[in-house]
């Protein structure tokens, strides 16, 4: 599938000190297509990335409220999920930045 990302989301991941040798090739060799990057995963790598992005989604503890740096890796969980449900393996982000 292609998973439609920002170049933030693309850094973000290939900051992490987590990141297995196999998702940081995708990343690595990611394609631009206009302001999004599109990055080719497989099942299994798409779930090994979704895991692992979710150890990043955290809230604040005064708010309740996702912190920054969680929203960052919940759209990325996002971006994955939208490309496995797309029957083209394609997906389109939405003027409010939501991924649809």
Known sequence: MK?????TMVNALTET???PDNLLTCLRSA???GDVVLVDL??????AMTEMCEWYVRTDSD????????????SII????????AP???TERRKDGRIN
Request: charged share 35%.
């Open 3 to 7: 998973v439609r990302m920002t170049e």
């Open 17 to 19: 000190s987590e990141i």
């Open 31 to 33: 394609e631009a297509d």
């Open 42 to 47: 497989g099942q299994d790598e798409s779930m």
């Open 63 to 74: 708010t309740g409220e996702l912190t920054e740096q969680g929203k960052l890796f919940e």
């Open 78 to 85: 996002q971006a994955i999920i939208a490309a496995d449900l």
């Open 88 to 90: 083209d393996g394609r």
